[in-house]
């Protein structure tokens, strides 16, 4: 008999409220819950084709071990437990305990909770997140240096009330359909609020814009100081909030003088009048919001380009009032307790500080990567350059930084010196291939979660609707499992998964299952906001004011205030190597069939997208004889001898200038190699993980490189 079951899918970062029908024990269906407040009923096809990877012939579905031949052997779970538990204990013994790390990138926090916490036990500090040095840290930091808290990723855009929406390197659409890309379109076709879309791509997000601003790649901190330049010098700020509320406005406006919009235009290729338009209608449409992601944060001065987007919201006072950027803190939700803050605590309380100091990256990046770092993690790619050195030498990994992490090469290579890698995952990934013991992982469908929404009103709960696949297993079961056997204390008061749900949930005075019985999937707290008028303050930041220029970063060596600085590769700066590479190369936008690495296996995505795609416009193809749809090459100046191949895919929404390749691609079906072709079409092959490095983060350069296009054999 057919059952419809409400929950939250965790396919991506949006948790979209879900109906999911299930008959004879199988899910049959998923479709978007229309009661649920954060997505309204809209969901994307990577959350509806979850049903398809739940029952996939190709899914690990039991703990397998690889043999000295390299094929792999089915285990059980029990002894899969007791090998891991006694490598793990042989490591520590001969090398000590942060010969051991955690690799983590897009699982869930739950997750992170208990593996931070047998490795804080042993006393590792090593927890290795494999975008850290990009992903949300700059817009965190950035955000958090200038209002004390972040307000610009996901949790903080008020899109449902704003008459002005400005999305900054980032496309919602295919990122976060379900929740925050609906919400966009309701605000701009059913209340009739303007849109403006910074993106170097005409998306399907910027052919629904009042205004595209096609910037140059890497370029974007020019242009925002540009936009400031025309709201401050045609005075339309927001006086009243500026005096009372911020410091450092003379000298924003004395550093904006150096940044006219005839200038920057020169320096964007966005058009002077286009960069004067866009300003005029952010700051006179108030109340509006802005969210800025990875677009740009993956260059080489994430911090500054953040900040200069941050003053936007700052100078024009659209700062925690309806329809502005919300500040999500404090907040009713936060009786529950949150994963963010629980797996940095037990860092703070349970390690030393000369453990703590022993992170990778604390010496290298001492502002991003200890003293501004709120989650206490290390830089992923001094961590993976330790490994052929002696440094780590065991591993515990539920993601895929062979796909994931730039110098897929280098990183695979730096696998095969680990003495044991465990991976956990749906899959037999790129990484897991690498691996000593692969265990199979529940997906959300099959897993109890309570969660921190994306609004900061939201509490939801996420009860599981089957029972797991045989014999796959909660990722978080399993790190309490290996805790007990490695004899370690739990920082919690709990035992099980169960236990930890109704421990997040106390403070509300229910159980996971009262709270469900109750509430159903979502509790909506009342919000407040103007909440700095209450307090006479930003808590947060040293002065207690919104703060343009920043203290903190003048006193720790780093530009007070924000500017522009030239990619290190590019027309610019080396004009040079641009004839032999006369492309601007962005290699990683993200589509919404895809979420990373995951999904290649599924019929419904891959019939939508069957190959790795590059975007090119047709005028620089025809130049180089290349028709939509041929196969060709893609080479960087920074990895010479090494190439890879996509699809063309010509359109006129791409200057001529510049390309863009699918991230994440490899190729599950090819069983014939080990790896599934893991190197054939991943840009992350010729993205390097090398400097030239982003000075406060480590980060090389990922969308703002260069790269040869050439006409490969079919
Ligand atoms: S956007 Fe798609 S994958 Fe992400 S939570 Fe919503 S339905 Fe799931």
Redesign the pocket.
Known sequence: MAEVKRT?????????G?LVTVENGKVTK?I?DPDHPQ?EG???????S?QQLLYHPDRLRYPMERQPNGEWKRISWDEAMDKIASKFKELINKYGPESLAFVFCDGDRDNIVFNVDWLTAIQSPHLLGTDAQYCIRPNWIADGLTFGQALTWEKGPDYKNSKCILIWGGNPLE?????K?QEILQAKYNRGAKLIVVDPRFTNLASKADIWLQVRPATDAALALGMLNVIINEELYDKEFVSEWTVGFDKLRERVQEYPPDKVAEITWVPEEKIREAARMYATNKPASVHHRMGVTMNTNGLQTCRAVDMLIAITGNLDIPGGNLLPFPSPTSKVRSAYVEFPKLYAERLPKEVKQRRYGVKEFPFGFDKANPWNDSHPVLAFDSIPQGGIRGMFIVNDPVMGMQGSKQTAKDLEHLEFLVVMDFWMTPTASFANIVLPAATWLERDLVHELHYPSYVGVAPKVIDPVPECRDEREVSIELRKRLGLKSAYPVESVKEWNDYRLERLGVTFDEFYQKYGTVLKFQFETEKYKKFKKFPGTPSGKVELYSKTLEENGIDPLPHHEEPPVGPVTTPELMEEYPFIFISGSRK?LY?HGYGRQLPWLRELQPDPEVEINPEAAEKLGINDGDWVWIETPQAKGERVKFRARLTWGIHPKVVNADSHWWFPERKDDPHRACFESNVNVVVPRYPPYDQVFGCPIIRGAICKITKAEA
């Open positions: 939250i899918c965790m396919g991506c970062h949006c948790e979209c879900v998923i978007g997505n809209a969901i994307c096809v990577r959350g509806m979850y990122t976060h359909l379900g929740s890309g919404v979420f």
